[in-house]
C-alpha cells in the first residue's frame, strides 16, 4: 500500500464466527459503523448472558463517527446498540423502520429513549462525512432489511448486510437486483459479502414454500398445532396467520419478544392479521384442539422460553395433549444442539409429534447460499473482495466462489476480528491490526470476564467445591479450635474423605508456617492432592484462614 489516500475496513466483529457483528469503514480520519451485534455465550462461558464487540478500539474515537448504520434487526447486528451507546458515547443511529422500531424498544428499556434515530428508506442516500451512503433492499429473514453502499473519491464499499435472492418474498419487498447491477457499472472497489451459507450448494429456497407447507400440516394435524420459530421472523408469523384462516384454525401468541415485535410489525403495516384469526392464550380451551395453532419462542431451547416450559409441563396457559403436533420452523443455532434435543425428547414424552426442518420442508434459511453469492459477485463485480460474516470455513469457502467468478486471488482477503484493510484504487493490504477480545454482560455487570473466572465456573460445574475453613493463632500460626469441611457438588463427600481432608489440614497447620498466604497455598495443594489420590476427581479447593 502506497502513500496515497486510503479506506481502512475493520472488523470489530462478524469474521470468524457467527454473531456480534460490526465493521468499521474509516476514510480521512471519519469513520461510519456498520452493525452493532451480539453473540450469545456457548456453553462453557458459564454465567455470561451476551457476548459484545470490544469496543475499546473506539473508545477514544467517538467525535470521529459519522453515524451507526443498521442492516437488519436481527440480534446478532442490533443488541449491543444500547451498551455501544453507553460505554462508547452517543452517535446518530441509522436505519429502516422496523430495524429502528425494535431498536428504539431496546433503548427504551436501557433508559436511552432520547438517542437520535435517522430512518432511511431503500434508495435513499445520505452524505455521512467523506461518504455518500446509498442504501439497498436486501431480502432476509425480517423485514426491511438493507446493503450499505458508501461512495467516496476513493472507491465505492458495498457491505451486503444478510441477504438472499428470494424474487417473490412474503412482503413483495425482492433484493434490488437493478440496484445492485448498476452500482457494479459505477465500479465497486471493495465488497463485503455475508458468508453464512457459502458451503450450502445451490439457491435457497423461496420463503412462500414454508407457507405451503404450514398449511399442509395444519390440514392433517388432528390437534393442536405449535410451531415454534425466531421472534423476529414476521414474514414466518405472517405465513402461519395465512396458512391457519385457511384452514379455519384461531392462532395464539406465546413469548414476550414475539409479542412485541409483532405489535410492531402490525402497528407498521408489515403484517396482516386475517379477521377473526387472532385469540388470546388464555382462550384457547375454549376452542377444539384442531382449531388452534399456537406460534411461540423457545426454537433454540432456551431456558424460561414458551416452548421449553411447555415441554417441562410449567406453562401457565398451554399443556402439550397426546396428538397435538410440534413445528420447529427454524434451524439450530450452533451450540444450541443439546438445550433443542432435550426440548424435543420432552415433548415427545408428552406425546407430541415433533417435526423439524430435516422432516419436512418448514424452514428456509435467510442466508444466500453458493449459487446466490455467486450471483452477488456477478452483479457488483468487485476489484477486491473481503467475505464476512461467517465462521473460518464459510469465509473460505466464499472466497473460492470469488476465485470462480473471476476475482484474483490477490484481491480476497479473508479477514479476522480487528485486522485493518486499506483499500485504493491501486492496492489492498492489512496495513494493522486492533487486539479486540470478547467483553460478557454478566447479569449487571458489562466487561471482561476474566478467563480465569469461566474456568472457576467450569470447575465448579464440573467436580463441585471443598471449602476448608481454619482459625489459627495471630501469635504462633498454630490452629485454634476444629478445622471445618463444607462441600458443594463434590461426590465424594463421605465422612471418611471429610475426615482425612481434616487431618491433611491440620498437619499442614502445625508445620510452622505463619505466614496467611504460604498457608492457603499449602493448605490449598495439599488437599487437592489428596483428593485426586483418593477420588480421582479435582474440586475447586478454597482455603479460608481466620486469624485470632
Known amino acids: 500500500m502506497t502513500d496515497a489516500r486510503a479506506i481502512r475496513a475493520t472488523p470489530i466483529g462478524g469474521v470468524g464466527e457467527i454473531g456480534k457483528n460490526m465493521y468499521a469503514v474509516e476514510l480521512d480520519g471519519r469513520l461510519v459503523i456498520i452493525d452493532c451485534g451480539v453473540k450469545f455465550p456457548t456453553p462453557d462461558q458459564l454465567g455470561v448472558d451476551l457476548v459484545l464487540p470490544d469496543f475499546d478500539v473506539l473508545a477514544d474515537r467517538i467525535d470521529d463517527i459519522e453515524a451507526l448504520v443498521l442492516t437488519h434487526g436481527h440480534e446478532d447486528h442490533i443488541g449491543a446498540v444500547p451498551y455501544f451507546l453507553k460505554n462508547v458515547g452517543r452517535v446518530p443511529i441509522i436505519g429502516s423502520r422496523f430495524t429502528l422500531a425494535l431498536v428504539k424498544s431496546k433503548l427504551d428499556e436501557h433508559r436511552l429513549g432520547d438517542a437520535e434515530l435517522i430512518e432511511v428508506k431503500p434508495g435513499e442516500r445520505l452524505p455521512l462525512g467523506p461518504f455518500e451512503a446509498e442504501f439497498i433492499r436486501v431480502t432476509h429473514s425480517i423485514p426491511d432489511c438493507l446493503a450499505v453502499a458508501l461512495r467516496s473519491d476513493v472507491g465505492n464499499v458495498l457491505h451486503t448486510g444478510d441477504f438472499k435472492f428470494d424474487h417473490a418474498p412474503i412482503d413483495g419487498e ?26 450450502v450448494p445451490g439457491a435457497i429456497a423461496p420463503e412462500r414454500t414454508v407457507g405451503t407447507e404450514l398449511r399442509r400440516q395444519f390440514a392433517s394435524a388432528l390437534g393442536r398445532v405449535v410451531v415454534t420459530c425466531f421472534s423476529s421472523h414476521i414474514h414466518r408469523v405472517q405465513q402461519v396467520l395465512d396458512a391457519a384462516a385457511y384452514e379455519g384454525r384461531h392462532v395464539a401468541l406465546v413469548g414476550r419478544s414475539l409479542r412485541r415485535n409483532f ?48 415441554a417441562y409441563g410449567d406453562h401457565q396457559n398451554v ?36 417435526i423439524g426442518p430435516d422432516a419436512a420442508p418448514v424452514h428456509v434459511s435467510g442466508h444466500a447460499a453458493s449459487d446466490e453469492l455467486r450471483l452477488m459477485l ?48 491501486e492496492s ?37 467445591l471443598v471449602l476448608v475453613v481454619a482459625t489459627i493463632s495471630a501469635r504462633d500460626g498454630l490452629p485454634v479450635g ?30 510452622e508456617v505463619t505466614e496467611v498466604d504460604m498457608l492457603h497455598r499449602m493448605l490449598h495443594d495439599a488437599v487437592a492432592s489428596l483428593v485426586w489420590k483418593r477420588a480421582r476427581q479435582r474440586p475447586l479447593i478454597l482455603p479460608v484462614i481466620v486469624e485470632v
Request: negative net charge; proline residues 3%.
Open 174 to 199: 425482492p433484493t434490488d437486483v437493478a440496484a445492485l447491477a448498476r452500482l457494479g457499472d459505477e465500479g465497486v472497489l471493495l465488497l463485503m459479502s455475508d458468508s453464512t451459507n457459502a458451503e
Open 263 to 310: 405489535t410492531i410489525a402490525v402497528n407498521l403495516g408489515i403484517i396482516r392479521v386475517p379477521n377473526d384469526v387472532l385469540v388470546n392464550i388464555k382462550s384457547i380451551d375454549q376452542h377444539l384442539d384442531d382449531e388452534i395453532v399456537i406460534v411461540t419462542t423457545g426454537s433454540q431451547g432456551e431456558p424460561f422460553s414458551g416452548l421449553r416450559r411447555m
Open 319 to 354: 399443556t402439550i395433549h397426546q396428538g397435538d403436533t410440534v413445528i420447529f420452523s427454524s434451524r439450530i443455532v450452533p451450540g444450541n444442539e443439546l438445550a433443542v434435543n432435550d426440548t424435543i425428547n420432552r415433548l415427545i414424552k408428552t406425546g407430541a409429534q415433533v
Open 378 to 425: 456477478r452483479l457488483t463485480r468487485p476489484r477486491f473482495f473481503a467475505p464476512i460474516h461467517g465462521e473460518l470455513r464459510h469465509q473460505t469457502t466464499h472466497a473460492g466462489i470469488a476465485r470462480s467468478v473471476g476475482v484474483a486471488a490477490s484481491n480476497i482477503h479473508v479477514l479476522e476480528n480487528g485486522d485493518v484493510l486499506a483499500v485504493n484504487a
Open 428 to 464: 489492498a493490504s492489512v496495513v494493522g491490526h486492533y487486539d479486540v477480545g470478547l467483553v460478557y454482560v454478566d447479569g449487571l455487570g458489562i466487561g471482561d470476564v476474566a478467563d480465569g473466572i469461566l474456568r472457576d465456573r467450569r470447575h465448579l460445574s464440573e467436580d463441585g
Open 482 to 511: 476444629e478445622i471445618d469441611v463444607m462441600t458443594r457438588g463434590f461426590g465424594q463427600a463421605t465422612d471418611e474423605m471429610l475426615e482425612a481432608i481434616r487431618e491433611e489440614a491440620a498437619q499442614k497447620l502445625h508445620d
